[in-house]
């Protein structure tokens, strides 16, 4: 990693990261940031927008609500995303620290960061790819997972579509709350699909 996005470099970054959240998470992270650059090179992505977004995706997941109350107009949540929980707003509120706390400026590893718990509407090839990786990371186990790989392997819209389909799919089967922007993204990427 070069210092093309932020002036840290990988091993301050990853010292900061580690800080920040939890052991298991820290390790995802690290297979995030492997599945991104093979996805990367795969779909002739930025290798250096798809590591770094990959590399903070998850920075804020294991903060306290309390923290994230404090940036909570900067970083544009509103009280619907916040009242559910960091499952949704740990996405904008890394996006957030990306800017403040490592200086990143790039649009599209700013959008990666802030889209991967739900999507979004227009996706860059970074956003897809971030989404993705975070989805089939190989320490990923779980039904349709192959299925996941497989499609990440042929075409990246129709994972991101699957992924989208799943885990509202297993939201539903869990009898959990849906956020409503998470069917937003869905309806667009199924008209997307109409079109
Ligand atoms: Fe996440
Ligand atoms: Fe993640």
């Known amino acids: ?42 779909y002739a992505g930025d290798v250096e927008a798809c590591q770094l977004a990959a590399l903070l995706h998850d920075y804020a997941k294991d903060m306290p609500r309390s923290e994230v109350v404090k940036i909570q107009q900067a970083a544009h949540i509103d009280a619907e995303m916040l009242a559910f929980g960091s499952q949704i707003w740990h996405g904008p509120a890394g996006a957030y620290y990306a800017k403040e706390t490592f200086g990143v400026t790039n649009q599209e590893v700013l959008d990666a960061i802030y889209q991967h718990t739900i999507g979004g509407e227009q996706m860059s090839l970074v956003s897809k790819i971030v989404f993705i990786a975070d989805y089939i990371e190989n320490g990923r186990d779980f039904p349709g997972v192959s299925e996941a790989r497989e499609l990440a392997n042929q075409d990246l819209d129709a994972a991101v579509i699957y992924k989208i389909k799943q885990t509202l799919k297993h939201l539903v089967d869990r009898e959990e709350r849906i956020y409503p922007g998470t069917l937003t993204v869905y309806n667009q990427w199924m008209q997307k699909m109409e079109d």
């Open 1 to 42: 990693m070069t210092n093309m996005y932020t002036k840290w470099d990988r091993a301050a970054l990853l010292e900061e990261v580690s800080l920040r959240v939890k052991k298991a998470r820290f390790a995802h992270i690290l297979r995030v940031e492997a599945k991104a650059i093979e996805l990367a090179h795969k």
